[in-house]
């Protein structure tokens, strides 16, 4: 049976991609290892749509959000936390761990923060340092209104902190349009690769901030990294493999053109919803992004059994809900290298699996709306 990947991180990796990590390694001090990460920065750079440098961290997306948080803010500092789900709460472990100060506005898995509660907030602590955003919350389906914020935040002395992680490479997004002073990514969502790398891009604004700030972790400090790619090199030995087919992956985007692709994951997650209300069943988010479909498990139906029976019999892997969203949620990803055809695959075989499982579904139903939607009916 053939393995298809549904999760939202990690995704698919287009074969030219899996071709590069075949070859042989190669040694990470060299010219040729420096112009390739040299290529693969400026790439990245179109990507985030920034005139900063990114920076390339050796660990998953949490190391990138860790490096964001340990090289700008000190310990007392008070921080305005933005958070409706796990990766809002990966924001909070971040802080703790470094002692800040969180405010926290906070609303309930499914719904989205608002510019208005992010204003409240900013007019309510005139003194916090930063202010930290997730793009995509990857927990509940739901998108946030970045451009939004970083209008708010750009009025103040604070700095706006974006996890990007499952939305940059799927939703629209200008760093530096949108006054986004920090963005962090990882390899393993939209961006077509394994788990490995962390990107991180740093605006002046930030990086006056940081260069003020004590040091407070050795392998994670961002002044490092400047520093090093400034002579296209990385302070510590990377994942030059991964690397390699960063580039790789990147030039399909190149090709494509960052709007294309924004409009692509668009038409999809619009057919994507159109198949899950023509089935009778609901989506978990309020304000959706485009990267990836939350479905919420319909009363009577046995959601973690759902997703096994997908796997077992059809081949097809989604992500359940974590922690306590277990059982109650089915996270399906159309972001990266996941084309319409893959995705129709996937709601042909809901169909079948619900089906079996007794819940009333017209085998079809959502197939054709998906259809029609895509076709722009
Ligand atoms: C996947 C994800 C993360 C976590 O990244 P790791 O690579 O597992 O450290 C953080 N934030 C968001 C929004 C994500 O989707």
């Not at 990086?207 to 090199?233: C, G, H, M, Q, T």
Request: one cysteine or more.
């Amino acid at each position: 049976m053939k393995a298809r990947l549904f999760t939202p991180g990690p995704t698919p990796v287009p074969e030219e991609t899996l071709l590069e990590l075949a070859k042989p390694v190669t040694y990470h001090r060299s010219a040729e290892a420096k112009a390739i990460l040299a290529e693969m920065t400026e790439d990245l750079k179109y990507v985030f749509q920034t005139t900063n440098t990114v920076l390339t961290i050796t660990s998953s997306g949490t190391g990138g959000m860790d490096a964001a948080v340990s090289s700008s803010l000190a310990a007392g500092e008070k921080a305005i936390l933005l958070t409706a789900g796990r990766w809002g709460e990966r924001w909070r472990g971040v802080l703790k761990a470094y002692g800040i100060n969180i405010v926290a506005v906070e609303v309930p898995y499914g719904k989205a923060v608002t510019p208005e509660m992010l204003d409240a907030a900013l007019k309510a602590n005139p003194d916090a340092k930063a202010v930290l955003a997730t793009l995509s919350e990857t927990s509940t389906g739901v998108g946030h209104d970045l451009e939004a914020f970083g209008k708010l935040v750009a009025k103040t002395d604070a700095i706006l902190i974006v996890d990007a992680i499952s939305g940059l490479g799927a939703m629209e997004c200008h760093t530096d349009k949108w006054n986004l002073d920090i963005v962090v990514t990882g390899s393993q969502k939209a961006l077509m690769l394994p788990p490995g790398l962390a990107f991180v891009s740093v605006n002046e604004k930030a990086w006056k901030k940081i260069d003020a700030n004590p040091v407070r972790n050795f392998y994670l400090d961002l002044r490092r990294y400047r520093k090093s790619i400034a002579e296209s090199d990385t302070p510590f030995t990377p994942a030059n493999t991964l690397i390699k087919a960063q580039r790789a992956s990147l030039k399909r985007i190149r090709a494509e053109g960052i709007e294309n692709l924004w409009a692509r994951h668009a038409k999809m997650a619009t057919a994507a919803r159109a198949a899950v209300k023509a089935m009778g069943l609901e989506l978990f988010a309020e304000r959706p992004n485009n990267g990836l479909t939350v479905i919420t498990v319909p009363a009577g139906v046995d959601g973690s059994a759902t997703l096994k029976a997908m796997e077992k019999k059809y081949g097809f892997k989604l992500a359940d809900g974590q922690d306590n969203m277990k059982g109650k949620i089915w996270r399906l990803s159309h972001m990266g290298y996941t084309d319409a055809f893959e995705v129709l695959g996937a709601f042909a075989a809901l169909e079948l699996v619900l089906a079996e499982s007794g819940f009333k579904v017209e085998p079809g139903v959502g197939v054709a709306a998906f259809q029609k939607a895509f076709a722009g009916k």
